[in-house]
T-cell receptor
Framework: AQSVSQHNHHVILSEAASLELGCNYS??????LFWYVQYPGQHLQLLLKYFSGDPLVKGIKGFEAEFIKSKFSFNLRKPSVQWSDTAEYFCAVTLKAAGNKLTFGGGTRVLVKP | GAVVSQHPSRVICKSGTSVKIECRSL??????MFWYRQFPKKSLMLMATSNEGSKATYEQGVEKDKFLINHASLTLSTLTVTSAHPEDSSFYICSARDSVLALDEQYFGPGTRLTVT
């Protein structure tokens, strides 16, 4: 069965530190990849997405992600976090063969200390 | 940008009653909407795919007679939790896909917190 795994459940870091969140998926077919963010008390927002082309994708708020097909990975990065990046981050994948339904990873709670 | 609304944002109901949650795409048409359930400190679990003008497609393990979905127009899908029980208490989130743009991207609503007492 298709699955998406996020390695870290909780991450705590200080402002200005670099952030990298891991995401791996277990599909063999054509995929579209997403990172969503859920700030406290708010709804899911799209950070970035990868459909095709340049595997290094830049999103909003200084985030980027790199699609490495050989590793089935789509890790999220930000060089220097801010307190306002405190949120929960979800990796998600759609598989064309599965009707493009979104499958979410378990989420990573990120706490940025001021 | 694409906006999806949900109503109500919070609802408390008694065990055995039914609750209807609305999901609307405000500035785009959506032939396909999705309903998710999010447990505390957990990820989103897809419950069903709502198709305008046809029956919803439910994920394995989701009771279609308990979670009734109606997608009567291009901008509205409703989820009715029938004969609700405390274990149905959860955060229900809908999303919609823009039919015209036909991109593989979903826009999420703010969610509805259901508490069954």
């Amino acid at each position: 069965a298709q699955s998406v795994s996020q390695h870290n459940h909780h991450v705590i870091l200080s402002e200005a530190a670099s952030l990298e969140l891991g995401c791996n998926y277990s599909y063999g077919g054509t995929v579209n990849l997403f990172w969503y963010v859920q700030y406290p008390g708010q709804h899911l927002q799209l950070l970035l997405k990868y459909f095709s082309g340049d595997p290094l994708v830049k999103g909003i708020k200084g985030f980027e992600a790199e699609f490495i097909k050989s590793k089935f990975s789509f890790n999220l990065r930000k060089p220097s976090v801010q307190w306002s990046d405190t949120a929960e981050y979800f990796c998600a994948v759609t598989l064309k063969a599965a009707g493009n339904k979104l499958t979410f990873g378990g989420g990573t709670r990120v706490l940025v200390k001021p | 940008g694409a906006v999806v609304s949900q109503h109500p944002s919070r609802v408390i109901c008694k065990s055995g009653t039914s609750v209807k949650i609305e999901c609307r795409s405000l500035d785009f048409q959506a032939t396909t909407m999705f309903w998710y359930r999010q447990f505390p400190k957990k990820s989103l679990m897809l419950m069903a795919t709502s198709n305008e003008g046809s029956k919803a497609t439910y994920e394995q393990g989701v009771e279609k007679d308990k979670f009734l979905i109606n997608h009567a127009s291009l901008t509205l899908s409703t989820l009715t939790v029938t004969s609700a029980h405390p274990e149905d208490s959860s955060f229900y989130i809908c999303s919609a896909r823009d039919s015209v743009l036909a991109l593989d991207e979903q826009y999420f609503g703010p969610g509805t917190r259901l508490t069954v007492t």
